[in-house]
């Protein structure tokens, strides 16, 4: 096959006049005075959105997960039960506590934590669930309920890349003890760097705002900090962007959607080879990343392949590595769907640019490998 004259992106957002009216006005009107003003807007914005009663924007996802972390004290001597096939992020927010992750197995077909191995996995030092709602696949939120209710274990909702996905007609991120989402450029809404934490407890909201602001409360003492915190608000320039990308969430869906459905149709017929990921029937992804998992019929590797399409001008990416495998974790566990993932799994290109002929080509190229 011939190359694609045009780079086939993985990740790239949407960007209209809208956000750069925005942000010009973060730029002219958001410092003195109105320095937190577009922070506080995207704040309300996602409240209202997700019908949480508190959000608190930081300067990106990886903070707000531990913020979460330590906002419901774990620390040395508590296990945390987490998906084995995530970005590290998700890990390392409870690794900075001290705590132990505990990776678990996931579902072979949305790659969430599944449920029953979250069971298997509980000991008397489990103390909460790190569940990761996939690539914007909602994670089986009802069972793991469920199950933390029952055993009094605290839920994190890792939504990075999962804003406007819905589980049962409900927006993910708002049934677990504290979400967080992510404005990463690679994201749905991006800003570059960019993240939310939201929660319904509004004691653990008191906790977030000091672990988030430098320990530092709203008294007239400008400088006092009352405990241990961390810089991890974000620039009001940064937070136009990521407002200005929320306003026009329904748009980004539809984008993301018509890049999914027309992967869907580019790819029926080769069941065989490929298997889409998809969510459950009473679920609706926000379709960020549209991936696939090589059947065993394909002989070639799913490392050659993504070479394949590279030479092609096709950037499509691997599924996430087996965190439990990095150096720094130290216990082996056996997990075999996360295994086949992390060995058959890619994410597909899916920027905003990509016309439904980029999508066609890209399904195209996957063809003549597996022919």
């Known amino acids: 096959m011939i190359a694609s004259p045009k780079k086939i992106s993985f990740a790239g957002p949407s960007v209209t006049d809208h956000e750069v009216k925005t942000v010009t006005d973060a730029v002219l009107n958001g410092f003195y005075e109105n320095y937190t003003k577009h ?33 419901l004290d774990l620390g040395p001597g508590d296990e945390v039960i987490i998906p084995d096939i995530s970005w590290v992020a998700t890990a390392y927010a409870v690794a900075y506590t001290g705590a132990t992750c505990v990776f678990v197995d996931i579902d072979p077909n949305t790659w969430c934590i599944h449920p029953e191995a979250i069971e298997q996995a509980i000991t008397s030092k489990t103390k909460a669930i790190m569940l990761v709602h996939t690539f914007g696949h909602p994670a089986d939120m009802d069972s793991i309920m469920r199950i933390a209710k029952a055993y009094n274990l605290s839920v994190i909702e890792d939504a990075a890349p999962s804003l406007g996905s819905r589980y049962k007609g409900q927006l993910v991120g708002t049934q677990g003890d504290i979400s967080c989402f992510s404005f990463q450029g690679a994201k749905l809404t991006v800003s570059g760097e960019g993240g939310i934490i939201c929660t319904n407890n509004s004691s653990l909201y008191e906790k977030l ?43 980004l869906l539809d984008i993301k959607k018509r890049i999914y459905l027309r992967y869907l149709e580019g790819l029926s017929g080769l069941s065989s080879y490929f298997k889409l990921l998809s969510s459950a029937s009473d679920c609706e992804s926000n379709y960020c990343y549209p991936s696939l998992m090589l059947a065993d019929s394909v002989k070639v590797s799913r490392d050659e392949i993504l070479l394949y399409l590279k030479k092609l001008n096709v950037h499509a990416r691997p599924a996430f590595p087996r965190m439990s495998q990095f150096p720094v974790f130290q216990e082996r566990f056996s997990n075999p769907v996360a295994t086949k993932v992390a060995l058959k799994g890619i994410s597909l290109p899916a920027a905003a640019n990509l016309s439904s002929s980029d999508i066609d080509f890209v399904c195209q190229c996957l063809k003549s490998i597996v022919s």
Request: negative net charge.
């Open 209 to 251: 705002k000091l672990i988030c602001s430098m320990g530092r409360t709203d008294s007239n003492a400008v400088f006092w900090s009352d405990q241990i915190g961390y810089q991890y608000t974000i620039a009001n320039l940064t937070a136009a962007m990521a407002l200005a990308q929320v306003e026009r969430i329904d748009e």
């Open 39 to 71: 922070t506080l807007l995207l704040e309300e914005k996602i409240r209202n959105y997700l019908g949480v009663k508190h959000v608190i924007a930081t300067h990106c996802c990886t903070v707000a997960l531990h913020a979460a972390a330590v906002a």
